[in-house]
């Protein structure tokens, strides 16, 4: 290896692995996830030995080790896909714990479909970001039939908050938050929960907070 890795992938047959934890650790490597199968799972003998011989090629070494048959790991705030799912995940603030490796693939594909992301530039202004939602949210989430819907209510796209460096104004607030009441009230009897977000000019958070609760309550 021209260069030693901050976190070793290895999907290679099981007969191989504990030389190559060996070598890893010999060269400096600290972590490595260990996606192949076949170390004692199904209680077959020579597995089991695999799995000891794989602990004892580690042992000089004490490397961080994940698995053996295992998904991998995700870490959507870094961008980091060291699975073999296909999907990665988005950033949030959802954590999803399961011992089955297929049903978190289950998930990343549903969440893939039924997901909606919307990029829009710096110095955007509220005709473009209506197109947006007009366009790429409003018939999908439609189409979803929420029996909630959630908002994290972030105002920090207004045009006096320099965080976002967007061009929004309280009426562009407004209009969204009707749209999705709209919604509520056509599949879930108007089940809203919002949350406040962000906004961090306090002028301007207290106009957009107060229309947004107009329209929610009107």
Not at 40 to 49: D, L
Not at 165 to 184: C, G, M, P, Q, S
Request: hydrophobic letters at 45%; aromatic letters at 6%.
């Amino acid at each position: 290896m021209p260069v030693v890795p901050d976190l070793a992938v290895i999907a290679t047959p099981p007969d191989s692995v504990p030389g190559i934890i060996a070598e890893l650790g010999h060269r400096g490597a600290k972590a490595a996830i260990i996606i192949t199968a076949g170390f004692g799972e199904g209680g077959e003998h020579h597995g089991k030995e695999l799995k000891q011989a794989l602990l004892e090629a580690n042992k000089p070494h004490y490397m961080r080790i994940l698995g053996p048959n295992c998904l991998g790991v995700l870490v959507p705030g870094s961008g980091l896909n060291a699975s073999f799912s296909h999907v990665g995940a988005a950033s949030g603030q959802l954590a999803f714990v399961t011992q089955s490796g297929a049903i978190v693939t289950s998930m990343l594909d549903w969440a893939r479909a039924a997901a909606s992301h919307t990029g829009v530039l710096a110095g955007t202004d509220g005709k473009v970001f209506r197109e947006a939602v007009e366009k790429q949210w409003l018939d999908r989430i439609d189409s979803f039939e929420p029996e909630l819907i959630m908002i994290s209510a972030g105002f920090d796209g207004h045009t006096e908050d320099h965080m976002a460096h967007f061009n929004l104004v309280e009426d562009d607030y407004r209009w969204i938050t009707e749209k999705l009441r709209t919604i509520a009230r056509k599949h879930c009897s108007g089940r809203i929960v919002s949350a406040l977000e962000g906004g961090y000019t306090l002028s301007a958070l207290g106009r957009s907070v107060a229309v947004h609760i107009d329209a929610l309550i009107s």
